[in-house]
């Protein structure tokens, strides 16, 4: 049985087109796989009409919140929105294009219990060839220069216990923030696990990483590998797990509604258990 309550952050700008879907679909498995759920829906100053098409689904999606920014901020600045507005002692972020399948939250949430940080991987990966070649090349930026670890840091879909994730905070505001909060992780310590997550084409709308983030992406990755792996704390080893896991509804239970104190107040987290460490690919 997995933990039972659980915090999933949606951060969402102009996804119009698949933000009702994304928001059924989550609320539906959490339902399944957790006594208590909340279901944070992060509007990043969305001009399609998104924001009021949550707003609309509230009365029914009673375990929805959204929250609002007025400008556009960035990937990161909506995730960071969502983690200081979670409840729950686990936290989750998936996208808003529907392209992972919630049920794989379960058995995560149930490896969160030993890894406070629990890293989701694409199995047979449906996005297009170049941005997967692309992928493939940052990941081995990723892990040569900052030591991720990972073989898919940017996979949206990822759980941490709640006192870990006060302590990883992200200060990107853009894409660059899966590879900050990981090697924080790595820097501190923290034991992380890496799991085959489902994966699935976008259902609508359109992604929006494209080829300009390229080079920005490459220049923050460069500043931070100097500024905080090269000039800055000492990393301590890192515990890498690489487990497969199978996953199994488990009956809905009644919702309860859940409350925590804000991230910024959580106590100084430890740092979790240590295992044998493996290669990725």
Known sequence: MP????????????EAAVIRQAVAEAETALGRLFEDYEVI????????????LVAGLLPAATHTRLIRHGVNRGYGAALRTGFEAARGP?????????????????????????YPVVVGYRVDRKDPWRRRFLSRGYNLLARTLCGTGVRDVDCALKVFRREVLADLLPDSRGF???????????????????????HRPRLGGESKVSL?????TFRTLVGFWWREVVTGRRPEPVTLIQTRVATSPIPSASPRQASAPPLSSAPAPQAGPRGRRRATA
């Open 212 to 216: 300009r983030e390229v080079p920005r």
């Open 3 to 14: 933990a039972s309550r659980l915090s999933l952050v949606i951060p969402a700008y102009n």
């Open 90 to 114: 686990l936290v989750a972020f998936t996208d808003a294009d529907c392209q992972f399948d919630l049920a794989d939250l379960g058995p995560m949430a149930d490896l969160a219990a030993e």
């Open 41 to 52: 829906v992060v509007d990043d100053g969305s001009c399609d009409g998104t924001a009021d």
């Open 176 to 198: 660059f923030v899966n590879t900050e909060m990981l090697t924080r992780a790595r820097l501190r310590g923290y034991a992380v696990t890496e799991v085959p997550v489902t």
